[in-house]
């Protein structure tokens, strides 16, 4: 088990705080490492060689995630504080700084805060600043248009966007939204890892 950090939009961070996202997907890296890359492929069809491919990312090569991983949400943040609102943020907490000093842009709902403060990039929130983090429960590895209707939803689908639309099509306008390189869209169907987990509230070292 380890403790890490991971990024998400405010969009989907209000998902998770709203019980709506126990799943989210990211690239494999390098998928070219697995499988049959030479050409010398042993298996009769497509879809042995793309089980085989999955089974060596998941079996050896290291995943970035693992089961009883824990996964402390990194978020667009800031300080209001006048002392630590500019600057680099502390690598340690300060003992002045307490809970209604930090700002999270995505549930702010004082006009003036979001208009005047300082907000500062999610790969840069330090882990005691985080509120969220995810305990980690399946990792798998499998190709994009996999995705179920029912993984879709658990990918953050809000409940007023179910009625008459596809979550399959919800996804692929989100992930298509976030991944625009060649070889990353959804028409490209690229391999990702599948992360499933349990959301839990506060700091991950509480």
């Known amino acids: 088990m380890i403790t890490k950090g991971i990024i998400f939009s405010d969009a989907m961070v209000r998902a998770l705080l709203d019980g709506r996202k126990t799943q989210t997907r990211r690239l494999l890296r390098n998928p070219e490492f697995f499988g049959c890359?030479?050409?010398?492929?042993?298996?009769?069809?497509?879809?042995?060689?793309?089980?085989?491919?999955?089974?060596?990312?998941?079996d050896i090569y290291a995943m970035p995630?693992?089961?009883?991983?824990?996964?402390?949400?990194?978020?667009?943040?800031?300080?209001?504080?006048?002392?630590?609102?500019?600057?680099?943020?502390?690598?340690?907490?300060?003992?002045?700084?307490?809970?209604?000093?930090?700002?999270?842009?995505?549930?702010?709902?004082d006009c003036e805060i979001r208009n005047e403060l300082r907000y500062r990039p999610s790969i840069h929130m330090p882990r005691w600043a985080s509120r969220i983090w995810l305990d980690v429960e399946d990792v798998r590895v499998e190709q994009l248009q996999r995705i179920s209707e029912a993984d879709a939803i658990a990918e953050g689908l809000a409940g007023v966007q179910l009625e008459g639309m596809d979550p399959r099509c919800w996804y692929r306008d989100l992930w298509d939204n976030l991944h625009k390189v060649e070889g990353t869209t959804w028409a490209d169907n690229p391999w990702v890892i599948a992360v499933t987990f349990d959301v839990q509230l506060g700091n991950v070292d509480e």
């Open 37 to 58: 890359p030479t050409g010398d492929c042993p298996h009769n069809t497509q879809a042995e060689c793309n089980a085989a491919m999955a089974a060596l990312a998941r």
């Open 65 to 109: 995630y693992q089961p009883e991983d824990r996964l402390y949400v990194r978020e667009c943040w800031g300080m209001n504080h006048y002392e630590y609102e500019r600057g680099k943020a502390p690598k340690v907490r300060p003992a002045d700084l307490d809970d209604t000093h930090l700002s999270y842009r995505a549930t702010e709902d």
